[in-house]
């Protein structure tokens, strides 16, 4: 029998992908001649931005470190591409305020740049996502004991704002199986304050599909 691993990317890549997804498809259909539906829109990419910021952010100072701590130079790749996602995220954000500044035709056609670079941006990325679930997971369970990885994941988790946390879950409820959200529930559960854990319980319930919630509280009770 396989030794069950802690996969330390899997759950919010999963959330990350959906975020980037939905961004791309939303983009695709906005009619950037349409007041309201332009600004919708950019309010989807300015959280995406933020969320791709805060994710790397809190892999840089929870993972990384621990990791170079027993692998010096694994993580210097992944540390480029943290880089290149800044500067790519940089030119997005440009390209949003130029939208929010334009009128008329002007902004139609930076509409269809925004939905162009995005995806370009977006297949850098998944690049970036793959390498971090093999190659750096793969370091991970290489240099650290199952609860010494348990226990970096709780870390990074503290780092949360609390402020953020419903936030993240709703996307993570919104993007994982059955595999992924219940232990993280089950986590908190055994974890939170009472009255935390059943509010996460409760939001869980409401994101969650309900063929998805019943399992979820099949395996945690
Ligand atoms: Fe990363």
């Known amino acids: 029998m396989t ?15 959906h975020l980037l997804f939905s961004a791309s498809h939303q983009v695709g259909v906005t009619d950037f001649a349409d007041d309201g539906v332009t600004a919708e ?8 931005i933020f ?7 809190r892999e840089d100072a929870s993972i990384h ?24 995220s940089a030119e997005i954000e440009q390209l949003v305020a130029q939208i929010r500044s334009a009128i ?28 971090e679930e093999t190659e750096l997971q793969q370091a991970l369970w290489d240099n650290f004991t199952e609860e010494e990885l348990l226990a970096m994941s709780r870390e990074l988790v503290a ?19 059955p595999d992924d959200i219940a232990p993280i529930l089950g986590g908190i ?5 009472p009255e935390i854990a059943q509010r996460a ?5 409401e994101n969650l599909p309900p063929s998805i919630w019943a399992k979820v509280q099949s395996r945690i009770g």
Do not use: F
Request: proline fraction near 5%; charge should be neutral.
């Open 65 to 88: 470190p621990l990791l170079e701590s027993r692998a010096p130079g694994v993580t210097a790749r992944c540390e480029e591409e943290h880089e290149e996602d800044e500067a790519l």
């Open 104 to 131: 008329g035709d002007q902004r139609v056609a930076l509409g269809i740049r925004l939905h162009e670079q995005l995806n370009a941006y977006i297949g850098i990325y998944l690049g970036h996502l793959y390498r």
């Open 159 to 177: 780092t949360i704002p609390p402020d953020r946390r419903g936030y993240l879950l709703k996307v993570m409820c919104s993007s994982c199986g």
């Open 51 to 57: 969320v791709l910021w805060e994710h790397r952010s």
């Open 189 to 193: 559960k055994a974890n939170a304050p």
């Open 201 to 205: 319980l409760q939001l869980a319930e």
């Open 3 to 17: 030794q069950a691993r802690h996969y330390t990317y899997r759950a919010t890549h999963k959330a990350i992908r």
């Open 41 to 48: 829109t950019l309010e989807t990419i300015d959280a995406l």
